[in-house]
């Protein structure tokens, strides 16, 4: 879906104050239609943010027709009830209001953003959006053109590419396993009844998560839950399965004529409401999370010049979790920068984090999540991502206090439990160099 360039005052209303990002409060507001709805108001600046997660993500594809979520999301804001494309292209752009759609694998996220002045047309524009798409055949056919050349981009750049393959290998038969994005042939596969089926089975109410940011109470709040979702049907949307196998060890190359040939690679990580996963992701930010602080940064980059950057991250769904990592390199030298990164994991792992490294990573993850809050529209964003994840409203408020609990002995548990390089699963989309031209072309290992 394109981004529509909002208005200046709009714009200005974007940001908050400094000291609005370090206190924010989150409630959760009841309304007859049982729809999880978050807010955290903020009146400084006249200006609504909504973030709506509906149970449509890509997981939830047909087997045969992958791409179908992200087709139907692009198709968000090409008509609704009696307006066309073009006359709900200008509904929302005479108000300034701002509507986007992206797909993930567990949900598809709706975003609005208006001021406050336009709210009641804002929610009656969205209403008529989950309520009731158009999906004409002009407009499926011009995003099918716009969803098959996004395609050939993607194939064009290798990181892409490697993590697409990634997914598929790790994933193999389960639903997380394809591309949002589908192919060539399921594009070209889908019918407009196909999109009409999808919508009908999953924009309904059962399953949603929404959070608000900014100048709107409780009562406005929900009238405006009222209008939108008690015309959605209410029937329920099962959680995708667990993946019953995934992760089998190995290394994949895909063969491109890449320069600089890059490689994803990870294993199974905490699921976002286990135990684990605080002190996993405080140990994984010391690891390769961190930037120029991470472990691997220092290693495979700082000291080696194997790659401009390297990094990992916590990947949770509603039914997996993956700790997961890219870097790019010279074909002659992506082969070591994976050996390094093996290592260095495999270090990690028996010998742990020191004391220094976990004072450094909590003092960075506490005072930087406020910066993640500075605005109402990452406000929603970011609570509509932890609703997603399956916590609480107060989550925001014991985050930075749940990161100081974790100490060095728990740190360095995650790191022997789930830093294992016996278990990566690894993709290099690009031809590595040949061992002789590879070692020519390898930096020497630097001392400790």
Do not use: C
Not at 40 to 66: Q, R
Not at 101 to 112: G, I, K, M, Q
Not at 395 to 421: F, G, S
């Amino acid at each position: 879906m394109r981004l529509r360039t909002p208005s200046l005052a709009l714009a200005l209303a974007l940001m908050l104050p400094p000291a609005a990002a370090q206190a924010i409060t989150v409630k959760t507001v009841q309304s007859p239609t049982g729809v999880d709805t978050w807010l955290s108001e903020e009146h400084a600046l006249p200006m609504i943010a909504v973030n709506v997660a509906l149970p449509a993500g890509s997981a939830y594809d047909p087997s045969d027709k992958p791409g179908l979520a992200s087709l139907m999301s692009s198709l968000m804001d090409e008509g609704a009830g009696d307006l066309a494309s073009d006359a709900f292209k200008q509904a929302l752009e005479s108000r300034a209001i701002k509507l986007t759609a992206r797909v993930e694998r567990d949900y598809l996220v709706v975003t609005l953003t208006t001021l406050s002045e336009n709210a009641d047309e804002a929610f009656r524009l969205l209403a008529l959006v989950l309520a009731h798409p158009r999906f004409d055949a002009e407009a499926v056919e011009r995003m099918r053109v716009a969803e098959l050349a996004g395609l050939k981009q993607e194939d064009q750049r290798a990181s892409t590419v490697a993590q697409k393959s990634w997914f598929a290998t790790y994933y193999g038969t389960h639903p997380y396993a394809h591309s949002s994005s589908g192919t060539p042939a399921s594009l070209a596969a889908i019918k407009i009844d196909d999109i009409k089926a999808f919508a009908a089975d999953h924009l309904v109410r059962s399953g949603i998560k929404v959070a608000v940011s900014g100048d709107i109470n409780d009562a406005q709040l929900r009238k405006y839950l009222q209008q939108v979702f008690v015309p959605l049907p209410a029937k329920p949307v099962p959680a995708v399965s667990k993946p019953a196998e995934a992760g089998k060890p190995g290394s994949h190359t895909i063969v491109r004529n890449e320069a600089a040939p890059t490689a994803i690679f990870g294993f199974v990580g905490p699921m976002r409401l286990d135990p684990d996963f605080i002190p996993a992701f405080v140990a994984n930010y010391i690891f390769g999370g961190g930037s120029f602080s991470a472990r691997l940064m220092d290693e495979v980059r700082d000291k080696r010049g194997l790659t401009y950057g390297i990094s990992t991250q916590l990947v949770d769904y509603r039914s997996a979790s993956l700790i997961i990592g890219s870097v790019q390199s010279d074909k002659a030298k992506i082969l070591t920068a994976l050996d390094v990164t093996k290592s260095e994991m495999a270090r990690f792992a028996k010998d742990g984090a020191t004391a220094k490294e976990l004072a450094d990573a909590k003092t960075y993850l506490t005072g930087s999540f406020p910066l993640g809050l500075d605005s109402n529209a990452k406000i929603a964003r970011t609570l509509n991502g932890f609703q997603q994840s399956g916590l609480g409203a107060d989550y925001v408020e014991k985050r930075n206090a749940m990161i100081q609990a974790v100490t060095l002995a728990k740190v360095n548990e995650m790191a022997k439990k789930y830093y294992d390089p016996a278990k990566l699963v690894i993709v290099i989309a690009g031809t590595p160099a040949p061992a002789a031209q590879a070692e020519k072309g390898a930096a020497p290992s630097a001392s400790r």
